[in-house]
């Protein structure tokens, strides 16, 4: 198991502050959610010159066991619904992400 995972997302143009707001009210349902899944130490971070969303977080065993389940439970799907006017998306309405590999790491 990795010891963190990365990958990254695009913001849409002029979404920066709605993106924050919505993720500092974020629905306690996806919390618990992503927490019974398996993520901790989850974070997003912004780059503001290309609109580029940094995610990382530190895996449990259950998020590869449970990665499928999760994209298709229902809140996720909700919360994806609720974020599409700010985030780029794919056609089978998951956001378009991409993993990054770790070539670093200090303890």
């Known amino acids: ?8 997302m695009k913001l849409k143009p002029g979404a920066a502050a709605e993106y924050k707001r919505r993720h500092d009210e974020i629905w306690p349902e996806v919390l618990v ?14 780059d503001e010159e290309n609109l ?3 995610a990382v977080y530190k895996p449990s065993s259950l998020v590869t066991a449970s990665n499928d389940a999760l994209r298709h439970n229902e809140i996720i799907q909700r919360w994806w619904a609720y974020m599409t006017d700010l985030v780029e998306f794919n056609e089978d309405h998951m956001p378009v992400t991409n993993s990054l590999k770790m070539v670093f790491h200090m303890d």
């Open 1 to 8: 198991m990795a010891n963190k995972v990365a990958y990254t």
């Open 33 to 46: 959610l992503l927490h019974e899944h398996g993520f901790t130490d989850y974070s997003i971070f912004l």
């Open 52 to 54: 580029t969303l940094f």
